[in-house]
Every structure is written in structure tokens, then in C-alpha cells.
């Protein structure tokens, strides 16, 4: 049976484990002089091989406004890393779908750019997954942009990366959990990067020949002591067979790959070749503008100033990816575009954001001219910009902004944002009235004003008003300054309301060296637990001797989370007390104290772990089951598959995963009746732990695992 090698176009991935004995071949980092670049990319990505999968199903009822098809993606990806060198992922990937549309069909809506985000109902398999609408007009090219999902996009709407072993999938798992995946993966020498991913687009307007999709994966970075390359594949795939109505099943495989090296001298070249599909430029142009700032500069003014020569989009990713400018001509230009009227608004927007980033003070002038315009997506758009370019000329004019009560809240709340970087001492009394408001737009926009001044005279007065404002408390946490911290201490030391849950998480929030001195303290509180929590989350070493006393507090909630954040601290010290609260009386704090145990990795908790399997409560046997997946060994193995067969779903899935992540071949045949279970979240959780054990994908059917194993 043929092996397939798998993995996920979402998220981060995970270190797999250094390969001991691989010596790093001669594989040049940079390109070398004598080389071509198409030379070097070739030898690069012969020792990158990557393999891919894509399946898509269509779904005809719109869960969106006048949607007429929802697509949900399976995406598997894999790269074997032969390159020598660690590799490191990101985690920033996405799908585009293109299509031909009929002869004479075009896509129409108001305008190209618009997208709006939603949810998709649980029912899809898909799991709490938001999505991008996106709208074409006839000024786009055939084919391009027909669907663009963004992994961002996806995240933003409050979905984790959770690791599963060296498989990937997206799920609502808090986000603190140990072995949630961050910012990067990585992947040893010789060893496999696995990637496995579910999203979808839905789609306004559907061309029905969509015949190519592409994924494109996160930057990957090879590191040695000294140097390091960074390059993006982009994956492109083609539709296999026609399109089956009765299923609306298609699949895809893979037909060319491209590694891009991110690098000016790959990306620009891309970047200005008007022959290259209109994606792939826009793609080149916003990683030039990431990775090779400088150098891109020209083209990018080139290509943004190209009115009626580029596709407006090529031109918006142009405007969106300048940064602080280095040639004097460069603002003059941008300017003619955010004042030109008759440009398309959405260019111009970009052309006013794009001069709040290019750092040159000549611009302040114009900007104010567009505060005092009628034109609200430009006002809106010029607010952040005199933010962040720092004129303090402008400080008094957004005051007044913020002072009108005729404005828009959008454009209130903007300005006390921008303030928090212009205004100063003598703004302090106007920001003070406004902090005391009825009105909380600009209450909160003025004390956001007066943390951004940091100075002791703006601390006292958001000092004076936390007396009675949690905004007060909140905007505390945003200044790091120890007259801040002294006063939140004072406050949770005193303090016996709800407040307190507010002065936890603003000193949480603060990043000072006295924060952990300060949660330490606040353990003693009555907002302990929060305390607790937020101890363990925040991974503060130092505040860990003061968890396990909290262990034996009379209140179930505080006991429960100190064990939580006793196992996220990985207190190898706290074992003998966790293990002596596994049998107290709350099922929360068992369940509790029993994962704790599971993310120290504590042998000798693997039996009494166990025992609580036969617990006659759901989270704690579901508790008892995820712990014992980073409990490895032989009984592990052996009392997580006595409980696949659980009267309850949730104990069910989380032994499949735990098995699956211990990787035991042993677990095999008594996770394939799983993939058949009535629940698909667990049946989805077998297939995963298969994957994982056994490197293979032999579907969602028991027979066809049964007959894969027999061959």
C-alpha cells in the first residue's frame, strides 16, 4: 500500500524531533553567484519535495445572503525536509479557487473587493469555521480571484491551531492549552512536515467551470547558525474527473509546484510580469512588500501610480505593502492617488493608510484636509494614519474630532487610538472631561488618550476614575509604568467585588518585571482563581511555589484552577499534591489535577490516572482520557482502548485522540470501528488517530482500513 504522505495547509506545524546522524548536504542557503536562480530554486526544492491532496465538497443551501454555493475544503499537505538544515514554518496559508467562466458570463456585484465574514453551522463537520464572500465585477479578469480563503481570516474569528501528535486540524480548543501551535512549526533533517486542513469558501458569484485551485503555504525558513533562506510554495492543483452532482465530491490532485524564494530578486521579477496570472502577482507583490521592503519600493510606486495600465486589486496589494519610504518622490505620488476623485475608493483609502506608513511629515497637511472632507471611508482611513505617522501637529484636530458629538462613533473611537500616540500633558484636562462622559465612545476613547500619555499626571487621573470606571482598570493594564501597577495592586488587595476579575487581567496584561510579583501577591485575593488562571496561562515560573497550597482552598473553583495552571507550568515539584487531589470530592478539581498530570508527563500517574476512567463523571473520564495521551506507555495504550467503546461521545473522541497521539500501532484495529460511530465528531477523531499511527489514508470506511492492513 502505498504510503501517503500528509498534512495541513492552516496552521502551524510542530517539531517533530531531531534525526540524529544526518549530515547537512551542500546546499547553499543563498544563491551563489555562478548560479542561475531558477538553478538554485530547483536544487532547493529537490530537497523540499512536497506532496499534496484537496478535496472539496459543495453544499447548495447558502448560509449567507444570496450565497449559491458553500465549498468545504480537506487540504493535505506534506514536505519532507532532505535539506539538512532545520526547517521552520509560519502559519499564514491560504486557498484561491479560479475558474473559466462560460462565454459571455460575467460575475457582477457592486463592486471587486468586498468580502464579508460569517459562521457556518456545525452541521457542515466543519466546526465553528468562518469564511470569505467574495464578489467580482466585470473590470476583473476571467478567472481570477474567484474564491480567496485565508487562514487569517479563519483565525480572527476565534478558531485555535491545536497539534494533534505531527498532525494538524482546526478546532476550538482554548487557546492556552499545552501543544496549542502558535507561531511556528518545525520540522528536524530527514524528517516529515505534516499538514491537514478544513476551511471553505462561499461564493456570491459561481462560474460553473472552476478547473484549477491553489494552495499556498506558509513561508518555510532554513536556518543554519549563521544564515537562513526563506521561501514559499505554492501548490497548484487540478480537478480530477467531472464534477459528480449526486455527491458534490470533487477531488484534486496535484499538478505543479512552485518554490518561491522570498527574496527581491525572485519576487519582483513576478511582481511586474503582467503575463503571470493576476493572484500570483498580487501574492508576489505583498511579500516583496513584507520581505524585501526596500528594494520593492520603486516597483511598488510604479505599480500603485499605474492608473488604467494594472488590475485596481494589483494596485490596492501595491499601496497596502509600502512601508516607511526612502525615496522623495515616493509620498508626492501616493498623494495624487489618495486626493484623485475620481479613483476607484478603495484605492484611495489605500493611498491614505499607505501615507500614515511612509514616515514623512509632509503628509500631515493633506490628511487634516481629509479630516475636515465629507468623504467618510477616506476620514476613516486619514484617522489612523496621523496616528501613526507621529505629527503632533495633530493632536489638537483629532481632540476636536473627539470632542464632536456629531461625529461618527467609528470616527471617535479612531481618534482616541491616534491620540494615545499624539496627545500630551496639556490635552489632559478636555481628556479627563471626556473620560467622565455618559457617553462610552468617547469615554473609552478618552482614557485609551490619556494611558497612551503615560505620564504620572494622566496615571493619576485614570487612578481617580478606576474608583468607579472598569474602563479606568482596563486602560490601567495598557501602561507599563510602575505607578500604574502599584495602584491595580493596591485595588486587588482591597477589593471584594466583581472588579477584581477586571485588576487581575490588568495586571496580567502589563509587561513589566514586577508583574509576577504582583500575581504572586494577588493569590492571597479574593480573585485567586482568576489569579491562578492567569499565573498558568501567562507561563510565570516565578509565581508557582504559591499554586499548591491553593489546592486544599475550600472553594472548588480555585482548587480546579491551580491544578490547571500547575500542569501549564509543568511543575514537576507539584506532582505528589496534584496526585492527592485526584480523589476530591469535585469532579471538576479531579479532572482538573488529572490533565495537570498529563502535561507534566508524570509516570507514575499513569494508574491512578487510569482508575478514573470508570469515574461515574463525563469530564472526568473525558479528563482521565486527554491526559493519558501525554502519559506514554504500554498501559496507557491499553486502559484508553478499554473506554473507546464509552456510553458518552466526549470520552469516546478524546481516547481516539490520545491514542492517536501516543502512535501506538496496538491501537489500530480498535480505532477502525470508530469511523463508523454515530457521532462524527468522534468518527472524525478515529480517522485522525489512523492517520497518525499509521502514516496512511485509507478513507472513512472500516473495510477499506481492513483490507489495507491485510495487504
Known sequence: MKQLRIACLVCLPLFLGAQQGVAPPQLPLERPQAASLSTWLAQVKGRLPVTARLSRTVVTQGFYPNTQRLRVYTA??????????????????????????????????????????????????????????????????????????????????????????????????????????????????????????????????????QDQAALVLPAIELRDRQRSARFRYVLLLSRIGPEDNQKKNVAWRLAESKLIALTAESLLPMAGDANLPLWQRVLAVAWAGEHAAGAAEPLLVTLATAKGKENDRLRMTALGAMGRATQPDTMPRVLAIATDASEHPFVRTHAIGALGRLGDSRATEPLLKILQGKDEPDITEAIPALGALGDKAAAEPLLALLEDARRPHYHRRAAGGALARLAGNQHIGRLTVLAKSSDLIPRLAAMRALAGIGTPEAIAVLVELSSSSENAIE???????????????????????????????????????????????????????????KIGVLRVTAAASGLPPLLKDPDAEVRSQAAQALGRLQDRTAVASLLAVLSDKESSVRAA?????????????????????????????SGAAKALGFLRGPQSVDALAGVLGDDHKDVRRAAAESLGRLGDPRAVEKLIPLLEDQDVGVADQAWQALYHITGEDLGSKPDAWRKGRQT
Open 76 to 209: 493535505q499537505v506534506a514536505i519532507d525536509n532532505r535539506s539538512g538544515y532545520p526547517l521552520q514554518t509560519g502559519s499564514d496559508c491560504f486557498l484561491i479557487e479560479t475558474s473559466r467562466p462560460a462565454a459571455g458570463a460575467g460575475a457582477t456585484a457592486k463592486h471587486p473587493f468586498e468580502f464579508t465574514m460569517g459562521r457556518i453551522d456545525d452541521r457542515l463537520v466543519v466546526e465553528d469555521y468562518g469564511g470569505a464572500v467574495q464578489k467580482l465585477d466585470d473590470d476583473d479578469p476571467p478567472g481570477e480571484f474567484l474564491g480567496l480563503g485565508n487562514v487569517h481570516a479563519i483565525s480572527r474569528s476565534g478558531l485555535m491551531k491545536w497539534r494533534h501528535g505531527d498532525l494538524y486540524r482546526m478546532s476550538s480548543v482554548p487557546e492556552d492549552w499545552p501543544g496549542t501551535v502558535r507561531d511556528y512549526g518545525q520540522a528536524s533533517p530527514g524528517q516529515t512536515l505534516r499538514l491537514a486542513v478544513k476551511h471553505e469558501l462561499a461564493l456570491i458569484v459561481i462560474p460553473e467551470r
Open 475 to 533: 486602560a490601567l493594564g495598557t501602561v507599563d509604568q510602575p505607578s500604574a501597577l502599584a495602584a491595580l495592586k493596591a485595588r486587588l488587595a482591597t477589593d471584594t467585588t466583581q472588579t477584581s476579575w477586571t485588576v487581575v487581567k490588568a495586571i496580567a496584561a502589563l509587561d513589566t518585571p514586577e508583574r509576577s510579583a504582583a500575581l504572586r501577591e494577588g493569590l492571597a485575593s479574593s480573585a485567586r482563581w482568576l489569579v491562578a488562571d
Open 593 to 621: 489535577a488529572a490533565l495537570a498530570l498529563g502535561w507534566i508527563g508524570a509516570p507514575s500517574a499513569v494508574v491512578p490516572v487510569s482508575v478514573l476512567l470508570k469515574d461515574k463523571e463525563v469530564d472526568v473520564r
